[in-house]
C-alpha cells in the first residue's frame, strides 16, 4: 500500500544538527513533489520545505532558509530534511507529506506518522 | 505570505448536527484552498481540494465551499469519527503554503 515512514527524530541540543529520512513505497516515488509539514506540540501545522520531483527545485519556509535543506533519492525513494543550527523552536512532530495537484503537488494526499524532534539543552 | 483565519477555535456539535466551518484569507486564494483533517494521535487526511471538490475516499456529507477570500467547510450530520480538528490550507500564492489555525469540532 501507499506509504511513508519518517525516522530519524530525538532529542538534540539547541545549535547542533539532526538529519530526518522518510522511506516512501507503493507508489511512483520520482513521479510527486516532496513536502515536510511539522507540528509543534498542541499547535497548529506548518509547512516547511518542499522539492520538485526530480529534485531540481526546492522552496523553503522563513523560518528555516538557510538553515535546513531538503533533499530525495529517486533510486532509493527516500526523502530527507537536514537540520541544522537547531532552535528551541524547531521542537516539533515533522511529516513527510506526498504532493498532489500541480507540478509539484500543492496540497498533500499522503502523510507520515511523523517523527519527532526535541531541541533542548 | 497569505494568511489564513480559521472559525471558530471550537465547535460543540452533536451527533447528527450540521457543522459549519470558516476560513478566511487575508488576500483572494481564488479557490486554491484544502481541508483538512486531523484526529488526535494521527496524521493529517485531505478532504477537500479545489475549495470544493472531495478527495478519494471522503464521504459526501464532507462538502466545501467559497472562493476568492471566504470558504465552507460544511459536515451535514456528524457522525462519531468526524470529531477531530480541521485545518485550511491555501496553495494560490506560495511560497509559503500556509495553513489556518484549526477548528476543533467536539462533542456537545
Known amino acids: 500500500q501507499v506509504q511513508l515512514v519518517e525516522s530519524g527524530g530525538g532529542v538534540v541540543q539547541p545549535g547542533r544538527s539532526l538529519r530526518l529520512s522518510c522511506a516512501a513505497s507503493g507508489f511512483t516515488f520520482n513521479n510527486y513533489g516532496m513536502h515536510w509539514v511539522r507540528q509543534a506540540p498542541g499547535k497548529g501545522l506548518e509547512w516547511v520545505a518542499l522539492i520538485w520531483y526530480d529534485g531540481s527545485i526546492e522552496y523553503y519556509a522563513d523560518s528555516v532558509k538557510g538553515r535546513f535543506t531538503i533533499s530525495r533519492d529517486n533510486s532509493k525513494n527516500t526523502l530527507y530534511l537536514q537540520m541544522n543550527t537547531l532552535r528551541a523552536e524547531d521542537t516539533a512532530l515533522y511529516y513527510c507529506?506526498?504532493?498532489?495537484?500541480?507540478?509539484?503537488?500543492?496540497?498533500?494526499?499522503?502523510w507520515g506518522q511523523g517523527t519527532m524532534v526535541t531541541v533542548s539543552s | 505570505e497569505v494568511v489564513m483565519t480559521q472559525s471558530p477555535a471550537t465547535l460543540s456539535v452533536s451527533s447528527g448536527e450540521r457543522a459549519t466551518l470558516s476560513c478566511r484569507a487575508s488576500q483572494s486564494v481564488s479557490s486554491n484552498v484544502a481541508w483538512y483533517q486531523q484526529k488526535p494521535g494521527q496524521a493529517p487526511r485531505l478532504l477537500i481540494y479545489g475549495a470544493s471538490t472531495r478527495a478519494t475516499g471522503v464521504p459526501a456529507r464532507f462538502s466545501g465551499s467559497g472562493s476568492g477570500t471566504e470558504f465552507t467547510l460544511t459536515i451535514s450530520s456528524l457522525q462519531s469519527e468526524d470529531f477531530a480538528v480541521y485545518y485550511c490550507q491555501q496553495y494560490d500564492n506560495w511560497p509559503p503554503l500556509t495553513f489556518g489555525g484549526g477548528t476543533k469540532v467536539e462533542i456537545k
Open positions: 507529506a506526498r504532493g498532489y495537484l500541480g507540478v509539484v503537488g500543492y496540497t498533500f494526499d499522503i
